[in-house]
């Protein structure tokens, strides 16, 4: 408890600087560009099909292989960035969750600044992962645009905005690492898939990713439950966001586990 205290009196005591920095980051620290992200994303997912209903599609796999790419390197990254945070302690996160980068840095002052700027890498990972959709519409993949894919990435998008510019907790950096490792695995396998039927016959384990999506979830809510079970002194409305979220998301992809990937029942007549 001691050492949480010690964070939350850190934290605050350099709250002019964190503010300093925000500014510095221009509009992408702002909430007035969230609103309009989201309002084109969501614009675009309704009448970009009705676009490309009567058009060819485009044909996008060099594009969408760079991007991939591109995505496994960015998320790569944030894990780097983890792992400059947490030292030694990156494997055991588990023992300091209530201030987990300041007890890995020794409670060093304007640690605060160095893990806000890795979750402003992390957060512009997020509004790049909105261009997945735009390939979906481009190659006439609308069966790919369901309500859990839209939802996902618009969700992602403002709670990673208020994780990154509002409440700055230490724990946002664990949920950043969480979800850009399963994202390297992920844009790994597009990339793999993209290769051609002579790779593609090897992907055996796509369904692995859904299941280690799922484990995401289940360590995040975790780690809030035991966080507020150890009286860590945690933002109430961050950890309600995360909280209902995370559970949101979990039945989600449970349900789209179970939908895709449960064997169905032999019928007898087969």
Request: net charge positive; hydrophobic share 50%; proline share 3%.
């Amino acid at each position: 408890m001691g050492e949480s205290l010690l964070s939350r009196y850190n934290k605050t005591l350099f709250k002019a600087e964190e503010d300093a920095l925000l500014r510095s980051w221009g509009h992408v620290a702002r909430p007035a560009h969230v609103y309009w992200v989201i309002a084109i994303y969501v614009a675009a997912v309704y009448f970009g099909p009705k676009f490309m209903k009567n058009r060819k599609a485009f044909v996008l796999k060099e594009v969408i292989m760079c991007y991939n790419v591109f995505q496994v390197l960015m998320n790569g990254y944030v894990v780097v960035l983890y792992y400059k945070l947490f030292g030694p302690q990156a494997l055991r996160w588990w023992e300091n969750l209530c201030c987990p980068v300041s007890a890995a840095q020794n409670f060093r002052p304007l640690v605060q600044l160095e893990y806000m700027e890795a979750l402003r890498i992390f957060y512009i990972n997020k509004l790049l992962d909105l261009i997945d959709t735009l390939f979906f519409i481009l190659r006439k993949k609308q069966n790919q645009i369901t309500f859990l894919h839209v939802y996902h990435h618009v969700n992602m998008v403002i709670t990673t905005f208020c994780s990154a510019m509002i409440f700055r907790e230490e724990m946002s950096m664990m949920f950043a690492t969480l979800n850009s490792v399963t994202h390297v695995v992920m844009y790994s396998y597009y990339f793999l898939a993209a290769c051609g039927p002579s790779v593609q016959k090897y992907l055996w384990w796509k369904k692995y990713i859904t299941s280690i999506q799922i484990l995401q979830f289940l360590v995040g809510l975790a780690m809030l439950l035991i966080s507020k079970s150890q009286g860590c002194p945690i933002d109430n409305k961050f950890f309600t966001m995360w909280v209902v979220n995370i559970s949101i998301f979990l039945g989600m992809f449970l349900r789209f586990y179970a939908k895709t990937y449960r064997k169905k029942p032999t019928s007898l007549k087969d």
